[in-house]
Structures are given as C-alpha cells and as structure tokens.
C-alpha cells in the first residue's frame, strides 16, 4: 500500500515539476525525472478554469457592450423614468435587453449594484409602478431571496439587474427606495 501511495505521489510531483518548469528535490528524488505519460497526466491535472464567461450563466461584461454602441437619442430606444429619492423624475432611453441597472450607470443615476449584477446583493433595488411589474414574469427565487434583504420592500420590488428592457417595459417607472442595504458582504 504504501509503495502504491509513494509512486502515485511521486508522478504528481514529478508532473508539478513538468508544468513548473523546475526539478523536484526530497524524499522523492529517488524516483527519478521522467515524463509522465499522457494518460496520467489526464488523471492528475484539473480541468483547465473556464475563461469563455459567456457560457458560464452569468456575464461580467455588465453594460460594457452598450457603451461601445452609445447611448440611444429621444425616440430611438425605450423610455425608463427613473423617480429620485427626492421626487425628482429622470427619463432617459435605454437599448433593448439592456437591464435597469445598466441604464441607471450609463445616465450617471446613482444606484449602487454593489455585486455588479451578480444577483448577490440588493443595492440595485428598485420599486416599479404596478403596470410595468405585471409585465414581466415572476421572479427567480435567487432573486426573491435577495429582495427579501432590500430595505423598503413592497408588492412591486424588483432588482434592477434582473429587469431586462424590451418594447413592452417602454416608458417603465422606477421609482429609488430612500434607502438601500448592502447585504453582499
């Protein structure tokens, strides 16, 4: 058994040396500096980390891909009014399938999107007007759990990450709660 144990640690060691580009020195020496055959290697390596995030289920490129297009002019997107804390009211237009909380960043209103759209925080928390929440379809039960950490929570929350602009939504309002908790840490 323990010679079984001692050859298979020494192939790992040796492998490691292989991809590290250095000669293993110990109590393993004794095993010699030999290649490992390509089976073994399938075996002891981890499959490569995945670098093509676009099949990952979730993107890292948040809006990115809309600031290359611009931003759309009057009447050649859909209209979002966004309600300030404050009262005041900004409408601005947003490209379809593009998420509230990209249309906030790219027109400087302040939302936090701690998590950057990872569904992991509620700082995007946003409450929309009845007409527009009927519109869209139920929410994820990640995103419900999210929500169930958002200050100011009514009947009509929804994240604004996960509100994806389309004809239907044109002229949404979304109203900012008075306050947000970042519950991502």
């Given at each position: 058994?323990a ?152 009947d ?9 602009m389309?004809?239907?939504?044109d ?15």
């Open positions: 058994m010679s079984i144990l001692t050859t298979r640690l020494g192939a790992a060691l040796r492998q490691r040396a292989i991809y590290s580009g250095t000669k293993q020195s110990g109590p393993f020496t004794s095993l010699g500096w030999a290649p490992v055959n390509a089976s073994i290697n399938t075996r002891l390596i981890s499959p490569p980390i995945r670098t093509n995030w676009a099949t990952a289920g979730f993107s890292t490129d948040s809006g990115i891909h809309y600031a290359k297009r611009g931003r759309p002019g009057p009447g050649e997107g859909f209209a979002v009014n966004f309600i300030m804390q404050d009262g005041e009211e900004i409408s601005v237009q947003a490209h379809e399938g593009e998420s509230l909380l990209d249309v906030a960043w790219a027109n400087d209103i302040d939302i936090e999107g701690a998590c950057e759209a990872s569904l992991a925080c509620s700082t995007c928390h946003l409450i929309l007007d009845p007409d527009s929440y009927s519109k869209l379809e139920e929410p994820t039960d990640e995103e419900n759990d999210m929500l169930d950490l958002a200050f100011g929570l009514t009509t929350s929804r994240l604004g990450c996960q509100v994806l389309n004809k239907e939504l002229g949404i309002v979304a109203k900012l709660p008075s306050m947000t908790r970042n519950a991502s840490a």
